[in-house]
Structure formats: C-alpha cells, structure tokens
C-alpha cells in the first residue's frame, strides 16, 4: 500500500500549487471541497458510462470531453504535480 497514505498529503498537495503555505484548517476544508466535486463528478460519470455502454448514441463523444475538462481544471488547481509528465510524454508519442 506504499504511496496511497500520507499524513503529510495536505502540505504536499499545498507545495504542488505553487501557492504560499496556508493554514492547516483552510488546506483540509480547500482539500475536502475539491475531493468532494471530483468524486461527485466521477460518480456521475460512471453512471454516464454505463448508460454510454448500453446505449452507444447516448452522450456521444461528451464523456470524453468531460473527461479532458476535469484533467485540466486538476492540472490548475495542481500544475507542479509529477504525474502529469506521464501524460504529457503518453500524448507526445502519437506526435513522433
């Protein structure tokens, strides 16, 4: 289970941001709303997909786009966060 507990997650997430360190309470409560609009907008794509995988026509393309558009308001909120060197290098290879 390396790498999914940090007690130190709140001040490493806050040093992604490239914002000054702020207090513990604002990080947990800034933290907690963003946890809860992604997971909610996961569920709701979950549930897009399963309608999406029985009915083919039903959202067309737009989950994709959803998809994209959370990927980029996350990069905002966490630009200097390393995993998105893998995206960037998965999407540079259909450009080589």
């Known amino acids: 289970?390396?790498?999914?507990?940090?007690l130190n997650h709140l001040?490493?997430?806050?040093?992604?941001?490239?914002?000054?360190?702020?207090?513990?309470?604002i990080l947990y409560f800034t933290h907690m709303f963003i946890g809860f609009?992604?997971?909610?907008?996961?569920?709701l794509m979950g549930l897009a997909s399963i309608i999406h995988a029985i009915f083919p026509p039903v959202f067309n393309f737009k989950l994709l786009e959803k998809v994209i558009n959370q990927?980029?308001?996350?990069?905002?909120?966490?630009?200097?966060?390393p995993?998105?060197?893998?995206?960037?290098?998965?999407?540079?290879?259909?450009i080589k």
């Open 83 to 94: 995993d998105w060197e893998k995206l960037k290098d998965e999407l540079n290879k259909d």
């Open 1 to 6: 289970m390396k790498g999914w507990f940090d």
């Open 37 to 43: 609009r992604e997971a909610s907008n996961q569920f």
């Open 71 to 81: 990927a980029i308001s996350l990069h905002k909120y966490l630009p200097q966060h």
């Open 11 to 25: 001040r490493v997430a806050d040093s992604l941001n490239n914002r000054p360190k702020r207090n513990i309470f």
